[in-house]
């Protein structure tokens, strides 16, 4: 089939004049650099995990999803290979923003609010340490690179980008969205700490979900009974494959390291244990049912 677009680890599809068909594979990216070795499987969960997230947050914005159901996807993309990986999903004309909310502080939040004492220009309490809970969510865009780095920026500088009403409207969706998440992720014993979110805008002028949505390649969830203000708490997202690149002493650029079998299998583990106490169904149930 026509591939229309191919980023680090998903491939769009053409699937009729309105729709395309998204497919994850199981690469996995970190520090923009993809990995030369594959996790087994965590396309599915990013697939599966996604599906289950536009389902329950279609009553704050509508999403691209149109069908899970591998009987809905072109000929082309059904079978065992693909089972499981792809979505149905509705073209967009998408955002050239990418949208943040941070509830506790880590990653390039933590790195920005060391050096300046600011995040996307919110100017925070001095004394945060490292995954400190933020006194309330934080709406913090960022660029969308297609090769290298994104990079944080301000308001401002996003407003720019794609209009001062719009960007307030993002805004609100993306704090909306994170609160849902949040709280359903607090339920099942996780911290969501953080989230990437990507919007488009239809046919219609509506803007739209897209993507993926909280998965633990656009997310950063750390178990309850982990969290700690002081520190870079255990994780199920990709944090666990940065730690062993930063201990391997690679310099982020490319080509990687392959990845031992080790770290392989326990970031597998992390990104399946993710989705069984999200969704509170087993993986093995999805891989059964497929898409």
Not at 89 to 107: I, N, W
Not at 247 to 264: F, I, K, M, N, Y
Request: overall charge negative.
């Amino acid at each position: 089939m026509t591939v229309v677009h191919r980023g680090k680890v998903r491939e769009m599809h053409e699937a009729g004049e309105d729709h395309l068909a998204m497919v994850a594979s199981d690469r996995i990216s970190a520090y923009d650099v993809v990995m030369p070795t594959p996790i087994p499987d965590k396309g599915r969960v990013l697939t599966g995990l996604s599906a289950h997230w536009f389902a329950r947050t279609a009553d704050i914005v509508p999403n691209h999803l149109v069908s899970a159901r591998e009987e809905d996807l072109p000929d082309d993309l059904r079978g065992p290979e693909v089972r499981g990986r792809a979505l149905l999903v509705r073209r967009l004309t998408m955002m050239p923003v990418e949208c943040v909310a941070r509830g506790y502080l880590a990653g390039s939040g933590w790195r920005d609010y060391r050096a300046a004492g600011e995040v996307s220009g919110h100017r925070l309490p001095a004394g945060l340490l490292e995954a400190d809970r933020l006194d309330g969510p934080i709406f913090t865009p960022a660029t969308k690179a297609e090769e290298g780095h994104d990079e944080n920026i301000s308001r401002e500088a996003a407003a720019e980008l794609v209009g001062a009403e719009v960007l307030a409207e993002l805004e609100r969706l993306t704090l909306a969205l994170y609160a849902r998440a949040a709280q359903e992720c607090l339920a099942a014993g996780l911290v969501l700490a953080d989230t990437k979110l990507e919007f488009g805008v239809d046919s219609g002028g509506r803007i739209v979900l897209a993507d993926e949505a909280f998965t633990p390649d656009s997310s950063r969830f750390w178990p309850v009974s982990g969290w700690a203000p002081g520190g870079s708490p255990p994780s199920f997202d990709k944090q666990y494959v940065r730690d062993w690149l930063d201990a391997s002493g690679w310099d982020h650029r490319p080509p990687a390291p392959e990845l031992p079998a080790g770290v392989v299998e326990g970031t597998r583990s992390r990104y399946v244990e993710a989705y069984e106490r999200i969704t509170g169904r087993s993986f093995a149930s999805y891989l059964a049912g497929g898409a």
